[in-house]
Nanobody, 115 residues
Framework: VQLVESGGGWVQPGGSLRLSCAASGFVFSDYEMSWHRQAPGKERELVAAISSGGGSKNYADSVKGRFTISRDNTKNTVYLQMNSLKPEDMAVYYC?????????WGQGTQVTVSP
């Protein structure tokens, strides 16, 4: 399993970023995918998840209405569109796929939100 994130960077509060995660090494369309994030000094938290077919999505309360998770099973890619970003969204964002008792993780991509 390989998960490679891209799209992080610096943005001002209120701005937008789109994260991408290219997956390989497994049948992508068979698995739910998710995004987690970890801010300095805090535990890693689930941000959003999407079912294998894309028909079901779940979000952390803190990002509902601002973030949108999507996937393209023809490209083995999952996305996270982040709008109206806040300083508290600043974190390393990880693409993830569930495994027994844990997750597979990508290497992470830094999102910085500051004036």
């Amino acid at each position: 399993v390989q998960l490679v994130e891209s799209g992080g960077g610096w943005v001002q509060p209120g701005g937008s970023l789109r994260l991408s995660c290219a997956a390989s090494g497994f049948v992508f369309s068979d698995y739910e995918m998710s995004w987690h994030r970890q801010a300095p000094g805090k535990e890693r938290e689930l941000v959003a998840a999407i079912s294998s077919g894309g028909g079901s999505k779940n979000y952390a309360d803190s990002v509902k209405g601002r973030f949108t998770i999507s996937r393209d099973n023809t490209k083995n890619t999952v996305y996270l569109q982040m709008n109206s970003l806040k300083p508290e969204d600043m974190a390393v964002y990880y693409c993830s796929r569930r495994r027994e008792f844990s997750y597979y993780w990508g290497q992470g991509t830094q999102v910085t939100v500051s004036p």
